[in-house]
């Protein structure tokens, strides 16, 4: 095989590695994404409790 065919051969290869390499780190980046906005989610519905915990006393007692 002449060198310039074996070295687009490579280049070929390596492009196609990269790019698979490429998609693995954005559908990680998209799972990840999706991790944070749910832990998101869930600090809000436990501040959400937790303010309710601390308002529901106060309102609730009456001497």
Do not use: C, F, T
């Amino acid at each position: 095989m002449p060198p310039i065919r074996q070295r687009l051969k490579q280049d070929r290869i390596e492009v196609k590695r990269l790019q698979q390499s490429v998609a693995q780190q954005e559908s990680d980046s998209q799972r990840a994404s999706q991790r944070l906005q749910q832990q998101d989610q869930a600090i809000a519905e436990l501040r959400r409790q937790l303010q309710e915990l601390q308002a529901g006393p106060a309102a609730g007692h009456h001497p």
